[in-house]
């Protein structure tokens, strides 16, 4: 099993198919290294022959160490961009970052609704 997959759903062209919304969205929050290894996860789904079969391989290929790996698919999760199949061997899937966003049965994890109230108090204070 790849470290990575599109969803079933998700159109594969010669190129890696990195969405304007998750530029705009996503990685302008994130931190560099997360970023480093969601683009490269996506360049694995769109190229499965490219494929690091391991955790330890793909956080090898990004100079990275496997945990920052982890944090980092465990970020984008929370953002409901991808999602962990397996721990044992480690596998993700990447969704489309439009779907994700309008779909309309998709649920925000309870991580991210948890301190909303604060989140919007602490902007109203600071001023955005």
Known sequence: MPLC?????????????LE???IQE???KAPGDFVKVYIYGLYQCVNPSTSDVSL?????????EP???RNAFAFWSRDGLVRT?????????YYNVKNRLVQSN???????????DFNISLQTVLGG
């Open 26 to 28: 996503f990685m302008i």
């Open 20 to 22: 304007n919304l998750y």
């Open 56 to 64: 330890e391989a793909f956080a090898q290929a990004l100079c990275l």
């Open 106 to 116: 998709y649920e925000t994890p309870p991580e991210l609704t948890r301190y909303a």
């Open 85 to 93: 199949l397996s721990e044992n061997p480690f596998s993700v899937e």
């Open 5 to 17: 997959k599109l969803s079933d759903s998700s159109v594969l062209y010669d190129v890696t198919p």
């Open 67 to 69: 945990d920052t790996v």
